[in-house]
């Protein structure tokens, strides 16, 4: 410290300028490379995992069309409107079930792979349960009585 001490001012401005100049560069050099780390995720994310994403959303939306699909059947009384619902949900249940086909080739590892295994079983337990709701939604238009038992 006391040779330091001992340096003219020119040369310990000198060293603190370089110092904080070579600082400035490291600090410049860690910016570049996180930029390019950024950059490389922002290429990665629109190709890898958006398209699951999207799908994934595709499915959760034909679930939910499901649902009101099957609401909306329980609650009329008019079978031309129920006709047209039971077309709707067949069409809707086509596209949950394309969608998750759909998703194979997107599954990332052996857990997504568990994942979606477990929601396409998931899908058929529903659907044999939606068939027993509609059956007796249209059994409850004609024979109410019958409608209770199922």
Known sequence: MNTFNNLRIG?????AFGLILSLLLLM????????????SYAEFYPVNILP??????R???AVSDLRRLESQHMGTDDPA?????E???VKARQTMTEQLKAYEPLA???EDKAFLTRAKEGAAAYFSVQDQVLKASSQALTDPAQAQEA
């Open 11 to 15: 040369s310990r401005l000198a060293f």
């Open 28 to 39: 410049a050099a860690v910016g570049v490379q996180q930029a390019k780390s950024i950059n």
């Open 52 to 57: 699951s994403f999207k799908v994934i959303h």
């Open 59 to 61: 499915v959760d939306q």
């Open 81 to 85: 409107e129920r006709h047209s619902l």
């Open 87 to 89: 077309e709707r949900i």
């Open 108 to 110: 990332a590892d052996d």
